[in-house]
């Protein structure tokens, strides 16, 4: 009892006044390491006892993998008598934890000598992170999925329908080391590997005695499911139309939609609010960015993130009521290209698109012969040195319906729906960026068959190969039918079965839309009586895998978009309240 009084007392003087000798290791042979170890019994995962190598006041020893560097538990054996200390924490033999990532200094207490020791760990050679990038896994993966390690062993999970069979992995070794599988060579975002089963990474350096072996499991993550996302800061407004677009630098959905007479003070107001992951927030004023009462809402966003937005407005600016109003959002805030209103026509079924190389383009059919131009007939304004230059469009005497949009392969298509009820069907469009003019997409007048007569619901998506696909509705007002196209090159075939809806009325506008997946899966989203679905096309069968139903509340305004994470996203209006959904891993 005396002496460990006396060992108490002893180590408080030491610490309290710096007139304590620090003496070398091995000082008198007394207050020292004379072994420091990594033991099996300490250390679950240890294979085998390690030793370290001591000399002078160093310790130099090498850590397997399989033990965590930061948690190790050291046994380490001193003279009688000795208190070890890190700081001010008293260390046991074998039972505490040390962080031997970085230099450890200790502190060795006798009652004669105090002395200090440096520990000094080196990791056997090792892969120190692990995980399968979109980058190097083109049309495998659209996000990157990073592995957790536990000792040797790696785990990444998948989503369920990821092709694991010949997967590029991207990793991080310790310096020197290298890695081979099967007594290959690994080169990191190059070397393919078959990860149906465990695959064993065999890490060696100039060391290395015996390779140590990482074994990579690959796991699958819970099926995605279509998931409403929506906040109630969003969710309140109640809302005629939306509009959706996903941010290309966030990866993250963005929308406009236009307040009802209902909301608020009835003002009518376009607001844009955006997603970050988690929720949603408005970007600009929350009551809306538009002077007042708008419809047919657009949001486009370039490739560096830039927003615009474009609106029917209906401010009284003098005589220029219903014409279309853009605005861009940069340096926090929104501002009108040109002006408020700032088109030569009054428009109808407005959409807007940025081109790949940034620049605005809007397409809307004319409301007004004015401008030179006639009544319904199809215009396009590109943005160009600060004005709007218009690109009419030959389309048809009298357009029906409009939507443009940006493809996947970059490139600006514009669907036009004729507008003569007996020869109404759709017409594709693209623009040549050289000549800054709309090119027609294969053949006029896309249909089925001669007898079908479109209605004023369609929409367009391209792939990055630059395969085109085009949806429409039939007219019929009770039973109608949605028909997809697609160009191949050559010409335009109907692929799958038509798609049968039970309408609600004959008024319904934009409840279809059409979006492709960077891995070519081209998705159907549509909306009737019956609620919201979605259907994938089935590549083998050649035909349409059956609806997933969203909801069972009549949806209108559909737009559909999917980001280069491959996260399909969907903005709806059921009941005047906004719906967004996301198809993602809950």
């Not at 085998?48 to 130099?60: A, C, F, R």
């Amino acid at each position: 009892m005396k002496q460990a009084i006396y060992l108490f007392f002893l180590s408080i003087m030491c610490l309290s006044f710096s007139a304590c000798k620090k003496y070398e290791v091995g000082y008198e042979g007394k207050a020292m390491f004379s072994s420091y170890t990594l033991e099996t019994s300490s250390n679950p995962d240890l294979a085998k006892q390690v030793k370290g190598v001591i000399e002078g006041n160093s310790v130099y020893i090498r850590v397997p993998n399989s033990v965590n560097l930061k948690q190790a538990i050291a046994s380490f054996t001193v003279a009688d008598q000795s208190i070890v200390y890190i700081g001010n924490n008293v260390q046991q033999s074998g039972i505490t934890p040390v962080d031997l990532s970085d230099t450890v200094e200790y502190r060795v207490a006798t009652p004669t000598d105090m002395s200090m020791a440096n520990v000094y760990a080196l990791r056997n050679a090792a892969i120190v992170s692990f995980g399968f990038y979109a980058e190097d896994n083109e049309d495998l993966l659209f996000k990157n999925y990073i592995g957790t390690f536990n000792g040797l062993k790696i785990q990444v999970n998948l989503p369920v329908d990821a092709d694991v069979s010949k997967l590029v992995a991207r990793f991080v070794t310790t310096d020197g080391a290298v890695v081979k599988v099967g007594g290959v060579i690994q080169t990191s975002s190059q070397s393919i590997n078959n990860f149906t089963t465990d695959v064993t990474y065999q890490v060696t350096d100039i060391e290395t005695t015996v390779p140590e072996e990482f074994v990579v499991s690959v796991g699958r993550l819970t099926a995605p499911e279509w998931i409403d996302i929506l906040s109630d800061n969003i969710a309140a407004y109640t809302v005629g139309e939306i509009s959706l677009a996903i941010n290309p630098v966030s990866n993250n959905p963005v929308i406009i939609f236009s307040r009802t007479a209902a909301d608020g003070d009835g003002t009518r107001k376009a607001v844009v609010a955006s997603y970050n992951g988690s929720s949603w927030g408005t970007i600009g004023d929350s009551q809306g960015i538009s002077f007042g009462r708008v419809d047919a809402v657009g949001i486009a966003i370039d490739d560096s993130g830039v927003l615009y937005a474009s609106y029917k407005d209906y401010n009284t600016l003098g005589d220029s009521v219903q014409y279309a109003s853009v605005q861009k959002y940069s340096n926090d805030k929104w501002s009108f290209l040109i002006r408020p209103q700032s088109t030569a026509q009054r428009v109808n079924y407005l959409h807007i698109a940025t081109t790949q190389s940034g620049m605005p383009v809007i397409g809307y059919a004319a409301a007004r012969a004015e401008g030179g131009v006639a009544n319904r007939s199809t215009q396009s304004a590109l943005f160009i040195n600060n004005s709007w230059s218009l690109r009419s469009i030959d389309a048809s005497p009298a357009t029906l319906y409009t939507r443009i949009r940006k493809g996947r392969d970059n490139k600006l298509y514009y669907a036009v729906m004729d507008g003569i009820s007996t020869t109404r069907k759709p017409t594709i469009y693209r623009l040549n960026e050289t000549s800054l003019n709309w090119e027609v997409v294969g053949t006029a007048m896309v249909s089925p068959d001669a007898s079908v007569v479109g209605a004023a619901v369609m929409d367009v998506d391209a792939s990055e190969s630059g395969e085109v696909y085009l949806v429409f509705q039939s007219q019929a007002t009770t039973n109608k039918m949605s028909y997809v196209m697609r160009y191949n090159g050559t010409s335009w075939r109907q692929i799958g079965d038509a798609i049968s809806h039970t309408a609600t009325s004959n008024s319904q506008r934009d409840n279809i839309a059409l979006a492709l997946h960077p891995n070519g899966t081209l998705y159907f989203a549509h909306g009737d009586a019956n609620g919201l679905k979605v259907q994938t096309f089935n590549n083998d069968t050649q035909n349409w895998n059956p609806a997933t139903t969203l909801q069972t509340g009549v949806p209108d305004k559909i737009t559909m978009r999917i980001s280069e994470e491959g996260i399909p996203y969907i903005a709806t209006v059921t009941d005047a309240k906004i719906k967004v959904f996301k198809y993602d891993i809950p």
